[in-house]
């Protein structure tokens, strides 16, 4: 693919510099010039009025495939220390709305050692099937191994959706598996959903920093392959219903993989990790200073709950960079959200909305985090939450 501008067509209006979101174009001596930047994204081809600027796409074949044979929702578990990982449930449950909607089975896909005596518990999340697959090797993750094997059960099994966490361990063989199969993964979404008209797999994301929310959809491949993050999708309640389980056995070793786990190094975990607290407190610019953020802990502590910030108060050193809540930190779902001096930008919302509620402070009426919370107070968060804190801890008297 490539742009052309043509001089002679090319008037100097600087229509293309001024909307080009990447200051790939530039005006010499009043013509238009593509410069290093350009991502040959089209914006300045929009814009121009005189249509001087043209976008050549070369014309490539698309092997086409028989997508009638692609049916079911898979979702990938993964797990450490023989404990799944909490984002398989919450992918069940979305994972059940897609099914439904396509008319198709909900599978769980699991590849462990020992897993035999929780299958029974594991199919409490309105899954019709669980895949297991059992070696003695795959008690640890390893990056090759599953994508090899995940590879070969979704060409055998043939699913059109197949959902995975955005852990460090999704994010890492999802990708891995997409380009063996030659299919479409969206990464990072905070939306799914089925086309009215088709079976094609909504996929929404924050983009461009989070400023613009784009819908992907892959119409030409299967299977459709997206990651989520943790925390963005609830988990369903417990039902009893008839699961189909097939157990897979694998005959591995520990050499039939390229990588050796030579020591396996736990993190000393927090106090409570953000996306399993029940109540954040949460801290923006509005707070004003590190020094502020006392009245933020304050307010967490007689709430029992766990302090968070956006993006902005980590990069100016106010809370520790596990505290960031937002599109490059923590995704949570808490039962409370109070969102104290949090203007609302959108990479900040995408991590907190799905809160169960929210409650913000801020003294601009017009905040956009108004729009999102269930509860909202406008002021001075130094007034209202030294106000707060007082009734609570009044509450809390009465209790005793």
């Known amino acids: 693919m490539s742009i052309k501008i043509d001089d002679e067509l090319c008037t100097g209006c600087g229509a293309c510099v001024a909307n080009c979101p990447y200051g790939g174009i530039e005006l010499v ?25 043209t976008l050549e796409r070369e014309e490539f074949k698309v092997e086409k495939m028989d997508l009638s044979q692609y049916r079911g929702v898979w979702v990938i ?26 008319g198709v089975n909900l599978t769980l896909v699991i590849l462990g050692a020992d897993f035999e005596d929780q299958l029974d518990a594991l199919s409490q999340y309105g899954e019709d099937e669980i895949i297991y697959v059992k070696s003695k090797v795959l008690k640890n993750y390893y990056s090759d191994l599953y994508v090899n094997i995940l590879s070969e059960l979704i060409l055998e099994y043939k699913p059109e959706i197949v959902l995975i966490g955005a852990t460090p361990t999704g994010r890492d063989f999802a990708p891995r598996v997409a ?54 999708f609830k988990i369903p309640p417990k039902v009893k219903k ?23 190094i736990t993190k000393e975990k927090q106090k ?52 960031q809540v937002g599109q490059t930190g ?9 969102a104290c001096g949090i203007s609302g930008a959108i990479q900040h919302l995408v991590g907190m909305q799905n809160s169960d509620i929210i409650v913000a402070i801020n003294r601009d009426p017009n905040a956009a985090i108004f729009k999102v919370a269930h509860y ?14 007082k009734a609570i ?6 209790e005793k």
């Open 393 to 398: 801890k009044e509450v809390k008297a009465q």
């Open 242 to 264: 008839d699961v189909k389980i097939r157990t897979l056995e694998k005959k591995l070793e520990e050499k039939d993989s390229v990588a050796k786990i030579v020591k396996i």
């Open 376 to 389: 909202g107070i406008v002021g001075d968060l130094h007034k209202v939450i030294p106000i707060l804190i």
């Open 272 to 323: 409570v990790n953000l996306e399993d607290a029940k109540i954040i407190v949460s801290g923006g610019r509005g707070v004003g200073s590190k020094e502020g953020f006392k009245i933020i802990e304050e307010l967490a502590d007689v709430l029992n709950a766990e302090v968070g910030g956006s993006r902005v108060t980590v990069e100016l050193g106010w809370v520790d960079p596990d505290r």
């Open 330 to 338: 923590k995704t949570v779902s808490p039962t409370l959200y109070i």
């Open 77 to 102: 578990a993964e797990h450490y220390k023989n404990k799944v990982h909490p984002v398989a449930f919450q992918l069940l449950g979305k994972g059940r709305e897609l099914a439904d909607k396509l």
């Open 179 to 232: 380009k063996r199969l030659n299919a479409g993964l969206t990464a990072d979404c905070t939306g799914l959903d089925i086309e009215e008209d088709s079976r094609n797999l909504r996929q929404t994301r924050p983009t461009f920093g989070g400023n613009i929310m784009a819908t992907i959809r892959t119409p030409n491949s299967r299977p459709q392959m997206t990651t989520v993050r943790p925390g963005i």
């Open 29 to 53: 001596d009043n013509v238009a010039c593509i410069q290093e930047g350009c991502t040959l994204c089209g914006a300045c081809v929009e814009v121009c009025p005189v249509e001087a600027i």
